[in-house]
């Protein structure tokens, strides 16, 4: 018998810690662990967090209550904590409840927030592990939500669409090495669109947009939006993601397909993608470097 | 005495035609000719070029009427060629007006059109060249639409505006070898907005969106929009410009100046340009690689 070195199985049974922002990612999280028979709590920050978390041990915390958190996590006995979920704002710290474990950060926090995202979250990630916990990713927590190379749903691209989305993956990760976005969309050989501040969302919208005034052209379904990583991400505290919407939006600026990078993006809410991939007739592919 | 070799100088007197798309630009470019000794035809495109055009020689011709241009070109004697203008939509090649010379080229016009703009030009290029005739730009045509390095409006950014202003310079050249666009929005360390296929108006009219929505958040004006050419781009044949619209969005978004690559972009309308600077106390600074 082989002892078991992999962090998942070392971590099995332990107490788990979900910090949990929006979305339905933070469940899909809590549902895993505690499939593989996890003791979940999760936090969850106020205005954000889904009220599904109700139906797990929960507690929730307003922005910047680091020394809240910290309490929390420690009288449920969890020295890991999985961060997942999506920010619909960044917080105005006029407006953050400072505790008394935030004002020992706040002027590290501020600083922080002058940056892009990944400065704020690398900050944070250091304060967290400097008090004693373990930040671990959702690829360990809940694997089965990372997908690994190869198609996810529908087949692998081919001709002018296998172009279109090596394209994109090469301009996803052009962009994200400026810290800007995650996300570009290759139609037909041309980029049409790339994300920075205003998410992938927004900028599928707008690929939409440009198609319907008639700024860029085609027929049927062409083109792909790649979502890379970023390549100094730390995939334990912000992983990528696309759901429902992604492909609801990707479909209605008539794209052909999403790719995603193997390994580096999640899917939220698996069955309701494929089926709005399926009902649109796109695919959705996982992408290691060489495709 | 020196010979003088400068093809500028060696140009002078020679007749130019000015194949004039939309906007101001080719008036200004034929100005500068005709103040040089040129003798200058603009060939404008209908539905594109500005009527102002009508105060020089003239002609107008329509969407792939290349057989039409090169005879009228022919007529005026001249071999000198500066192709400017805005084109506010790409051609519906269903509505094109195909003359002999057009029909001889079409398969090639139509495999361009399928890639970057880069191809379509470069394309076009290669096939008046073919033809025996010269492109010129406009740095040689009206030199005094191109900044060289340095301020152009108001003062040389410093401290935060710089570092903002080098990071949205190398974010342009970064989209630019994608052949995605030419221009990036940086406030305080962060990329808020990357052009691609919607434009640099668009563009920079989405910071204006992120930061009334509460995306991004700042006082005053803080931040900088860098326009570059594409490093792979032929300035002669498609030089990214900017012009007082140009400002007043800038200026809308909330940022503190411009920054524009030092001999890769032309200033179109340049007092209106400063006027509008200058009401909203913003600076215009051309670049180099190193600032």
Redesign the interface.
């Known amino acids: 018998m082989q002892a078991d070195r992999s962090p998942a199985r070392a971590a099995r049974g332990e107490p788990l810690a979900v910090l949990a922002a929006g979305g339905r990612s933070p469940i899909e999280v809590a549902q895993a662990a505690q499939a593989a028979g996890r003791d979940v709590m999760i936090v969850g920050l106020e205005g954000e967090a889904d009220e599904g978390i109700a139906a797990f041990p929960h507690a929730f915390v307003k922005w910047g209550q680091i020394g809240r958190i910290e309490s929390i996590v420690r009288a449920h006995g969890a020295r890991d904590i999985v961060m997942i979920g999506t920010v619909s704002?960044?917080p105005?710290f006029r407006a953050v409840a400072v505790d008394l474990g935030t004002l020992r950060y706040l002027p590290k926090l501020i600083r922080a927030m002058?940056?892009?995202d990944d400065k704020v979250l690398a900050n944070f990630s250091r304060y967290i592990e400097g008090r004693g916990f373990r930040l671990v990713g959702v690829a360990e927590v809940a694997p089965g939500m990372v997908p690994p190379s190869g198609p996810v749903i529908g087949q692998a691209p081919e001709g002018t669409t296998a172009d279109d989305a090596r394209?994109a993956y090469?301009?996803a990760l052009?962009?994200g090495?400026?810290?800007?976005?995650q996300s570009?969309?290759v139609v037909?050989?041309?980029?049409?669109?790339?994300?920075?501040?205003?998410g992938t969302d927004a900028m599928l919208e707008?690929v939409a947009?440009?198609r319907d005034r008639?700024?860029?052209?085609w027929a049927g379904r062409a083109g792909v939006v790649a979502k890379c990583a970023k390549p100094q991400q730390d995939l334990r505290l912000d992983m990528p993601a696309i759901g429902p919407v992604t492909v609801e939006k990707a479909a209605a600026a008539g794209l052909a397909g999403i790719v995603i990078q193997a390994g580096g993006v999640m899917t939220v809410d698996r069955t309701a993608l494929a089926a709005a991939a399926e009902r649109s007739g796109m695919f959705v592919f996982a992408a290691d470097g060489n495709f």
């Open positions: 704002v960044r105005d002058v940056g892009g394209l090469a301009a052009a962009i090495r400026l810290d800007a976005g570009a969309v037909n050989g041309r980029v049409a669109s790339l994300e920075a501040a205003e707008r947009v440009l008639g700024r860029m052209k």
